[in-house]
């Protein structure tokens, strides 16, 4: 076969090797080749794929990130070929794999990391991966023994793309504005969403969030047997004061290390999942005990003179960074500002002049964020620089007993390459003291 891949970043990676093992005709169409990765650029040299040109292709598969609107992928639609996303061609190379599916605007990675926690702790051999970062593109299974479950988080991106993917388990965590830079709208966000559920059958399971009213109704058009999570999800896994299934009542809340109401939502989620696959409710409880927060999801640095330091780089969007900042507790000076994805956040920006003992701003939209807190006549700011100076700045507003919280509301590339780079930066700082 003769393929076009569309990107060549660390999902395609496995996907372009995987083709190259199989002797297809392989072809690469990327922006910037000279911002490949040294992995990327050896496989180039070795002369087995070719860079871009005019051809009947068989096939174009993309990475997960890259747009439907480009004018390549226009061009390629225009002459019938048929383009599917990194996860639906792995999809389509495995044997009847039992995927378990995760997706919403907020708490993918950790929903999918605890799940897979429970996994392990019963003893199954699960892969975890796919859009998570840090972590495993699904696309590394190509080169794998099958595993018992898949457990993938996957991007609202992918999802535009998918054809015949097909979730045994599909979970939306929640629905909020994001991404307007990439979707056309918030409606073809949804549908994105909601495409999860496409190609579910009636043995299959929807899990859905019984607090957001965008999908309690996505109850009403998927064949899947559905079941609920949340507070009030009385016939899924709810909370009063323990965590239960139905009507079995499961553990307090404190088994687990992790802050805030957003992440108690994401483990009833991940207990809704554990007990669809039957999984015992002890294997549940280690997997939640053992769990540590992902890098750069409230990731706590450390304190230093009583100053503590909690890394939350992965909030791009206001409804993760309003959940976060409910979930400190402690007086904080907040590090907010990034790159606007479409929305400007203004609730989360009001709420900083109500509950933030300080902020330092940082990113492309300081201005827009310094005008309005002077609105407000909120004066308790600084704009910094750069990140090593915005911790500085955060460090003479802040006292002993004070957290300093990276909690941008905004997208990282403004000055970093993406929200990993933007939390080391931040850790990196901290460390520097």
Known sequence: MKILLLGLGRANMPVARYLVERNDELFLYEDNPDMLSPAAQQLLNTGKITMYSEHDYDLAITSPGFPVHKPIVKKLQARRVPIVDEMEFTFSQLSEPCIIAVTGTNGKSTTVAIISSMLTAAGTNNFLGGNIAPGRSFSEVLFEPPYDYYVLEVSSFQLMRIEKFRPHIAMVTNIAVDHLNWHTSITEYKAAKRNIFKNQRKDDFAVLNYEDTVIREF?????????????????????NSTMNYKQESLFDTNVTSLQGQHNIMNILGAIAVAKIIGIDNRSIETGIRTFRTLPH??????????????NNSMCTNESAAIASLKAITEPKIVIVGGKQKGD?????????????????????NAADIKSFFESRHFRQFAVAENMADAVSKARGFAAAGDTILLNPGYASFDYFTNFEERGEAFKNAVRAH
């Open 344 to 364: 400007r956040a203004e609730t989360y920006l009001e709420l900083l002049t109500q509950h933030a003992k300080a902020c330092v701003i940082l990113g492309d």
């Open 297 to 310: 999801r409230l990731e706590d640095i450390g304190t230093i003179e009583g100053i503590r330091y909690v």
């Open 219 to 239: 109850s009403q058009e998927v064949c899947a047997h559905v079941v609920f999570f949340g507070p009030h999800a009385r016939d899924g896994a709810w909370l």
